[in-house]
């Protein structure tokens, strides 16, 4: 489905550059009313219905729950590439693509550190991820 | 609130159709689930069309009007894997409350004209924009399962090889043909651990149930499959972190239909539930009860759940064999268990079978388990 419309997913930012070390990270947000986490940032919180969502900076290293070597992948990404799920110290969970040259090195629930990448692009060309995760 | 059961079925072969339009495809099957019904076609209140829609919006009045049935409510219902499952819930909620007395749920879809669709395609979706086809997600799962439980990829792969053994002799099948654990294990890889024959099939197809209020059901029909109780839910929007080995909205589906059945999965003879990949059988088989986590394999190894068993699964052969063309899914299932309940399983009846149970999930949206879950308890 390459004609498929990838619009900003999130009209906050969720790579930011941390002022402080100068590096990449990622940021969720944090519901002020209820404390309820998400990533990526939203405006709305699913839980209590505020509006009141703060910026929440994430670590940079989370655990790996689970991977797939994608040998064909999403048509609008293309492939192959190596999806998944990264549990953060913050209580979120994220969707991503993990840097490895070799899949076999992975294993469930190793430490994984987030590597701002060249971004992946599909086959119009059009950026579809800007960064990822590696051991 | 009035009882409701099963009085047609519709079925045909799923499978590559290219040759044929959704409507050439689907008519059919609907004219055969009346015929069987035993009513006029005049006598159906209300119609659901269970579509992800491969042929455009409006399926249901393109597939009605063939046969001259519009007139009345028509529904189009999207809600992906589990779209004709709903259908059929509908059509059993309508006669419940009265506003008609025979129902009619369709299920159609073209997976080979548009490629499989199970997943929001907007955009928006986080997982789905940076590339979880759905593949993937059963293949996360199934790593995640192996790695808890020490299942090894021999054991996942002969799920399949029970699939296909009993696909092969299932009419309506799109695969027809057993296959060897060693042909499984050396299949193309897709997504790993996941290869070629853990998968389900990309399919055309469509299946059709009529379903009456008891009464008009007892008059027209000699053998009519009640529904027990119907169960439909979204799953739990979950930005944390969540067991993906065992799948929340199957599990709290399955509660409450046991609940509302007033039965457990001890009573049931036999279940068609949604295998698209082989990891399916294990995990689906633990959240519904028929098993302890961890311990679906042990119904496979010891053969409990193929023909014969204690409690099939997939007497059809499931996804894996007959298909997977998405929107009518469920209600294939439902055709499949009406009949063996009625002994009309043909090569694969389940002797003396009278309680049966189908589930059928549905769609990948972030953060949830799936975007809906479908169940049934069927019994004569
Ligand atoms: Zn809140």
């Known amino acids: 489905m390459s004609d498929v419309e990838i619009p900003p997913l999130s009209d906050q930012p969720y790579l930011i550059d941390d002022p402080e070390d100068d590096r990449p990270r990622?940021?969720?947000c944090e519901c002020a009313d209820c404390g309820k986490r998400v990533f990526p940032p939203v405006a709305v919180c699913p839980e209590c219905l505020g509006e009141n969502m703060e910026p929440l900076p994430l670590s940079r290293e989370g655990l790996l729950y689970s991977y797939t070597a994608f040998e064909q992948g999403a048509r609008w990404v293309g492939g192959p590439y190596i999806a998944a799920y990264i549990d953060m110290p913050e209580g979120v969970r994220i969707f991503t693509h993990i840097d490895v040259d070799d899949p076999g090195r992975l294993t469930c629930d190793m430490p994984v550190i987030l590597r701002v990448?060249?971004?992946?692009?599909?086959?119009?060309?059009?950026?579809?991820?800007k960064f990822k995760f590696a051991p | 609130m009035r009882d409701v059961s099963i009085i047609g079925t519709g079925m045909m072969r799923f499978g590559k159709h290219l040759d044929k339009g959704l409507v050439e495809l689907a008519w059919p099957v609907v004219k055969e689930a009346?015929?069987?019904a035993g009513v006029e076609k005049e006598d159906i209140g209300i119609a659901f069309c269970g579509t992800v829609g491969?042929?455009?919006?409006?399926?249901?009045?393109?597939?009605?009007?063939t046969l001259g049935m519009t007139g009345i409510p028509i529904a189009n219902v999207e809600g992906a894997c589990s779209s004709s499952g709903i259908a059929v819930r509908l059509a059993w909620m309508a006669i419940r409350a009265g506003e008609c007395d025979v129902a009619l749920a369709i299920g159609a879809d073209k997976m080979n004209r548009t490629g499989p669709r199970h997943a929001p395609d907007h955009g928006e979706d986080w997982d789905m924009a940076y590339g979880l086809a759905m593949h993937g997600l059963y293949a996360m799962r199934a790593r995640r399962y192996m790695n808890d439980y020490g299942i090894t990829e021999e054991q996942l792969s002969s799920v399949s090889v029970k699939a296909h053994k009993l696909g092969a002799k299932n009419e309506f099948a799109?695969?027809?043909?057993?296959?060897?654990?060693?042909?499984?294990?050396?299949?193309r890889m897709i997504a790993d651990p996941l290869r070629l024959w853990h998968c389900c099939p990309v399919s055309d197809g469509a299946a059709a149930v009529v379903?009456?209020?008891?009464?008009?059901?007892?008059?027209?029909c000699d053998k009519p499959v009640k529904i027990v109780a119907s169960v439909q839910h979204s799953g739990k929007y979950m930005t944390g972190f969540r067991d993906m080995t065992m799948p929340e909205v199957t599990q709290r589906t399955a509660k409450e239909i046991y609940e509302k059945a007033g039965l457990g999965p001890e009573d049931l003879d036999l279940v068609e539930f949604h295998d698209a990949f082989t990891i399916n059988e294990l995990m689906y088989a633990d959240a519904i009860g028929l098993s302890k986590p961890g311990e679906g394999v042990r119904l496979l190894e010891e053969g409990e759940s193929t023909v014969g068993g204690r409690i099939p699964i997939n007497p059809s052969g499931g996804l894996l064999s007959r298909g997977h063309p998405i929107g009518p899914t469920g209600a294939a299932q439902i055709v499949e268990v009406t009949r063996q309940l009625q002994g009309r399983g043909g090569a694969r009846q389940v002797e003396g079978a009278k309680v049966g149970l189908t589930h059928v999930t549905g769609g990948g949206v972030s953060g949830l388990d799936h975007g809906a879950c479908t169940m049934h308890v069927l019994a004569v």
């Open chain 2, 54 to 65: 491969s042929a455009g919006i409006m399926a249901g009045q393109s597939i009605l009007k």
């Open chain 1, 117 to 129: 990448t060249e971004p992946v692009v599909n086959a119009d060309g059009r950026e579809v991820l």
């Open chain 1, 26 to 28: 990622l940021q969720g």
């Open chain 2, 211 to 220: 379903l009456a209020a008891d009464d008009v059901a007892k008059k027209v």
């Open chain 2, 34 to 36: 009346i015929a069987e």
């Open chain 2, 174 to 187: 799109h695969i027809q043909k057993e296959v060897t654990l060693e042909e499984v294990m050396t299949s």
